[in-house]
């Protein structure tokens, strides 16, 4: 999870640069979800050794529903006390299913929108590393 968050989040930065918003968008939700399911990995969750899939089908949420999940991990874990997620998520209104949308769906303030979500995850993923919990 560690290297497709980091792959997306550089991918999202540059589609972005270009105003490609509707690639960059999908990619910063992308990034958030593989960021924090590598917290939830640490934090406990299950992950099938031969897919990389979680176990529980409760992980399988993208970012618009990760944020949520992400919750029951980083609550029951001791560590977890210092990677709370501010309670309104910025995917509230993103969806893997607008990958098919048409570009002229997205503009760059949405984009914008959940790049400030991917970078919160991105900062906690940081954190994360500096305490040498990941």
């Excluded at 930065?13 to 960059?24: M, P, T, Y």
Aim: hydrophobic share 40%; with cysteine; charged share 20%.
């Amino acid at each position: 999870f560690l290297n497709t968050h980091q792959r997306h989040w550089v991918d999202a930065e540059h589609l972005l640069q270009a105003q490609r918003w509707a690639n960059a968008d999908h990619l910063y939700g992308m990034a958030a979800e593989c960021g924090l399911k590598q917290l939830m990995l640490a934090f406990g969750m299950n992950v099938n050794p031969a897919t990389g899939s979680p176990v529980d089908n409760k992980d399988w949420k993208h970012a618009n529903n990760i944020w949520t999940r992400f919750e029951s991990y980083r609550s029951g874990h001791a560590q977890g006390t210092g990677y709370a997620l501010p309670s309104s998520n910025p995917f509230a209104n993103w969806d893997v299913a607008d990958r098919y949308a048409h570009q002229a769906n997205f503009d760059q303030a949405r984009a914008h929108g959940h790049q400030v979500g991917a970078q919160i995850v991105r900062d906690l993923i940081a954190k994360a590393q500096r305490e040498g919990l990941l």
